[in-house]
């Protein structure tokens, strides 16, 4: 069976540190990848997606980047973080190639000082 | 624009009662159509999904959902719930051909005794 997995699961940092967060999924090939941020009290909001090793695609401008370096590893990074950034960040994947729901990780919880 | 719209923010709910959780769409074409439950600090867990045939559709931990295409609505139900149920509810849309679900913004739902 197919598990995502995602860490830290918690993670303080102070404003203008690095942020590297990281999203691995097994049990499946060649799988659509997601990052999500949830702010308090708000819904998701999409952030990168990638249906393939080295392909990004970003939905909104920001502080942020993301790499999908090897098939099944997606990675959310920041040179250097803002406070805004604080938030709930989700990973997900959906089966490529046409399938339709996503799964999600369980979470990272960062918290900018 | 595609959207997701759950019109309500908050719903309390007592124990043993009845649920119904509201989500209209708006797209050109019917959309796959799917609905999320998230517990506090955890990720996103589907309950069920819709993408053609029968309207009524049944999903996990005894709820269900009805596609009505005239009201462009896939509203959630439970005909009782259980003080467990208490979290935080997604609905979510995908359009064939595109990689992305959109998400409304979520409604919690309190169970009091």
């Known amino acids: 069976s197919q598990t995502i997995h995602q860490w830290p699961a918690t993670l303080v940092q102070p404003v203008g540190s690095p942020l590297s967060l990281e999203c691995t999924v097994e049990?499946?090939?060649?799988?659509?990848l997601y990052w999500y941020r949830q702010a308090a009290g708000r819904g998701l909001q999409l952030l990168f997606y990638?249906?393939?090793?080295?392909?990004i695609s970003s939905e909104v401008p920001q502080n942020l980047s993301a790499s999908r370096p090897q098939d099944r590893q997606f990675i959310l990074s920041s040179k250097k973080l803002l406070l805004s950034d604080s938030g709930f960040y989700l990973c997900a994947w959906a089966p490529g190639g046409g399938n339709n729901e996503q799964f999600f990780g369980p979470g990272t919880r960062l918290t900018v000082l | 624009a595609q959207s997701v719209t759950q019109p309500d923010i908050h719903i309390t709910v007592s124990e043993g009662a009845s649920l119904e959780l509201r989500c209209n769409y708006s797209y050109g074409a019917t959309p796959y159509l799917f609905w999320y439950v998230q517990s506090p600090g955890q990720g996103l867990q589907l309950l069920l999904k819709y993408f053609s045939g029968d309207t009524l559709v049944q999903g996990i931990k005894g709820f269900e959902a009805e596609f009505k295409r005239s009201q462009s609505s896939f509203n959630l139900r439970k005909p009782s719930v259980h003080w467990s149920d208490a979290a935080e509810y997604f609905c979510a849309a995908r359009v064939t051909g595109f990689q992305k679900l959109v998400f409304g913004t979520g409604t919690r739902l309190l169970v009091s005794p």
């Open positions: 990638s249906v393939g090793i080295g392909q």
């Open positions: 049990g499946t090939s060649n799988p659509n």
